[in-house]
């Protein structure tokens, strides 16, 4: 090889390691370039996987991610990140995550107080009004596209509880809102500052716009132990008990304890729920439980436990077991045919023929399996399909007849939570909070996402919001419109 040539080779390779970024950031006077050095095509991967779609993480994601360190796109240079068992910076990836989160939340709530979103894109009232007038919606769909319209202009306000105790108000937390069948009360489970929980009923016939006032009705009941789940019980009428499962403690045993709603309120009157009606039964370990306003299945209650299903009469006491292969969190009776739905840790869904009885293999009807532990079962008013969803985030409509996923729902968030599902089929909408802390309305009908509301409170385990929807809040006359529990404070989502 002559002189000449190996001079030309050595050129090329030195302009091909400048042009080379990786190679440039090596050089210490190019390190303020280093945030352009990456390629445009390859700016977009990061920003699918953050949670926040703010401009600074647009920022960020230009820059190369070099291990062992995180960019600040607000200071504009590099920061280390030190392993854990010696780490005096308090700069990890799970704060940083959660201040992208935290910054994602409020602006998201700076949005819903500025503009009204859209539940589909081109759909406002003046035009589907002139669809309607050409003939081009039928008046199913326009009914269904007008109330999604309202769900999209929902407006948060904060609702004032008054109480026979103000300074207790301050200081609970709530942890679960349930609402009877006419939306009329609210059965409350708060966590009280000392340890354990307490129950209350809110009284919604006074929540009246503009100003939002509702009276929360306490009493002395108090429990040290985990409040498992929750149900409205028809014993005496419509919603007169609340059925609770507690988690065992220590030496004692769970058990499932039935609660006058009367016991709520001052002035009952004579002969209707007297509080010396409550009663409770020991059940070990009960995961979910479920009340029965089947013919068939008269003044009974389900209750989930380990490996079994324990069907008990209140009246008579009588009780049937069935046991199952894993753990049983949730169960709802059909109200038609005599069957009770579960939904298992292992992900299997399975319903108990009440005709079959314990004995004998025929007491399995319908069989249904998701890839992850089922955490909701709700049942449909056809009684032909039924919504479920797990721990994985998927929520699947299931057809009973065929035994067929129909559809399902994106967006919904959970990695090992106990969350619900709202399934109101009047307005034509799931509803469902997620593990992070966010708020998800679909359509019933195409699956389609119709309102993400994000948390007064910023995002975190034990600040998972508790929401109830009905059309009509307070009753007969009471407007529609979601309620949610967060916190000390309750919200009201109301149509403007």
Known sequence: MNKSSWQSRRRRGRRSHQQNPWFRLRDPDDRSNSRAARPAQDSGNH?????????????????????????????????????????????????????????????????EDKQKKIARMGFNASSMLRKSQLGFLNVSNYCHLAHELRLSCMERKKVQIRSLDPSALASDRFNLILADTNSDRLFTVNDVKVGGSKYGIINLQSLKTPTLKVFMHENLYFTNRKVNSVCWASLNHLD?????????????????????????????????????????FRIPGAWSCAWSLNIQANNCFSTGLSRRVLLTNVVTGHRQSFGTSSDVLAQQFALMA??????????????????????????????????????????????????ASDMAGKIKLWDLRTTKCIRQYEGHVNEYAYLPLHVHEEEGILMAVGQDCYTRIWSLHDAHLLRTIPSPYPASKADIPSVAFSSQLGGSRGAPGLLMAVGQDLYCYSYS
């Not at 507690?246 to 004579?270: I, K, Y």
């Not at 314990?358 to 919504?387: P, Y």
Request: aromatic share 6%; glycine share 8%.
């Open 240 to 280: 007169s008990h609340i059925l609770l499962c507690l988690m065992g403690l220590a030496e004692t045993p769970g058990c499932a304890t039935l609660l006058p709603a009367s016991l709520f309120v001052n002035n009952h009157p004579a002969g209707i729920d007297r509080p010396g009606m409550l009663c409770s």
């Open 47 to 111: 920003d699918d996987e953050s949670p926040s779609t703010s401009s600074g993480t647009a920022a960020a994601s230009s820059v190369p991610e070099l291990p062992g360190f995180y960019f600040d796109p607000e200071k504009k240079r590099y920061f280390r990140l030190l392993p854990g068992h010696n780490n005096c910076n308090p700069l990890t990836k799970e704060s940083i995550r959660q201040k992208e989160m935290e910054s994602k939340r409020l602006r998201l709530l700076e949005e």
């Open 338 to 387: 005599p069957l009770l739905f579960n939904g298992c840790r292992s992900g299997e869904i399975f319903a108990i023929d009440l005709r079959c009885g314990n004995q004998g293999k025929g007491w399995k009807a319908t069989r249904l399996f998701h890839d992850s532990a089922v955490t909701s079962v709700r049942i449909l008013q056809d009684e032909q399909c039924l919504m």
